[in-house]
């Protein structure tokens, strides 16, 4: 009996996550309310409270899988040890992440104001990005490997002007832009 009371519990949790990025896709974070889910849903906003008492609680359970992936992706650039194997490993990894969580997610970046405005997100993203680009350029990046860094680091503009390209292709197009950005 509690095994079934748990699967319908993670049930309904993935239920509500699943109806927020929906809605966050299409209204916008600021613009969605708990309530606005609750009633897609047909269930009551305590119902939504119960799982997650804030928006910002249901984005970072969002954000998790990215954010566990990228981890994931430094752990493994970090066994890397050749420069070109180590850019190659990273800007295809960062592509997939990117690519995933534009088509997932939203097209929201680490640049959009919710992220930067909740100071946990933002904290997180920054530690992951401080830590990618001292495995890629060493303890001292030049200015040129930071300022190349800091522009593969927000691909939004670029997904947003490409959205109508197929999965692959845009992967594909990122890629080779990056890896031109990165080796310069």
């Known amino acids: 009996m509690a095994a079934v009371r748990a699967a319908q519990a993670e049930k309904t949790r993935q239920a509500v996550l699943d109806t927020a990025r929906k809605l966050f896709l299409e209204h916008g974070f600021d613009a969605t309310s708990l309530q606005q889910i609750a009633d897609t849903m047909g269930v009551t906003k305590a119902n939504v409270y119960y799982y997650f008492r804030t928006k910002i609680a249901i984005l970072e359970a969002l954000l998790e899988p990215t954010v566990a992936a990228l981890a994931a992706g430094l752990d493994a650039l970090e066994r890397i040890s050749g420069r070109e194997e180590r850019l190659e490993f990273y800007v295809t990894h960062w592509v997939d992440q990117v690519v995933t969580a534009y088509r997932t997610l939203a097209p929201m970046s680490q640049a959009d104001p919710i992220v930067r405005r909740h100071p946990g997100i933002s904290r997180t993203l920054d530690e992951l990005a401080e830590r990618a680009l001292h495995l890629l ?34 992967r594909a197009v990122l890629t080779r832009l990056c890896l031109r950005v990165v080796r310069s």
């Not at 200015?143 to 692959?168: F, H, K, M, N, Q």
Request: aromatic content about 6%; cysteine-free.
């Open 137 to 170: 350029f060493g303890p001292d990046p030049t200015t040129d490997e930071i300022a190349a860094y800091s522009l593969i680091s927000d691909l939004g503009v670029v997904t947003r002007r490409l959205d109508a390209l197929p999965d692959d292709e845009l």
